[in-house]
């Protein structure tokens, strides 16, 4: 009966919400899911999710490739390295 009234409690309740996902939003949870969903095939909103929270953590490097029609990256100046830089 006191577990009930508690659950009520905002203060328990968001501690109870902040240890759940303290528990559950490790790597080694997200790389699980990854493979359970790889194995049991599509499913679009968890792999954008997981998408999403691994940019979040930079656990994935993106490449960029970056060219110049006219003149090598090694020629250009910095201010016209960083304007390339923004483009992308």
Same mark, same amino acid.
């Given at each position: 009966?006191? /577990? +009930?009234?508690?659950?009520? %409690?905002?203060?328990?309740?968001?501690?109870? %919400?902040?240890?759940?996902?303290? &528990?559950?939003?490790?790597?080694?949870?997200?790389? +699980?899911?990854?493979?359970?969903?790889?194995?049991? /095939?599509?499913?679009?909103?968890?792999? %954008?999710?997981?998408?999403?929270?691994?940019?979040?953590? &930079?656990?994935?490097?993106?490449?960029?490739?970056?060219?110049?029609?006219?003149?090598?990256?090694?020629?250009?100046?910095?201010?016209?390295?960083?304007?390339?830089?923004?483009?992308?």
């Amino acid at each position: 009966m006191a /577990g +009930s009234r508690l659950i009520r %409690n905002d203060k328990i309740l968001a501690r109870i %919400n902040a240890l759940m996902l303290e &528990q559950f939003n490790t790597d080694a949870m997200f790389d +699980s899911k990854i493979l359970e969903i790889a194995l049991r /095939g599509k499913d679009s909103d968890a792999l %954008n999710a997981i998408k999403h929270r691994n940019d979040l953590k &930079q656990r994935i490097t993106k490449k960029v490739e970056m060219t110049t029609i006219d003149r090598p990256l090694a020629h250009l100046s910095d201010t016209e390295l960083e304007e390339l830089v923004k483009s992308t």
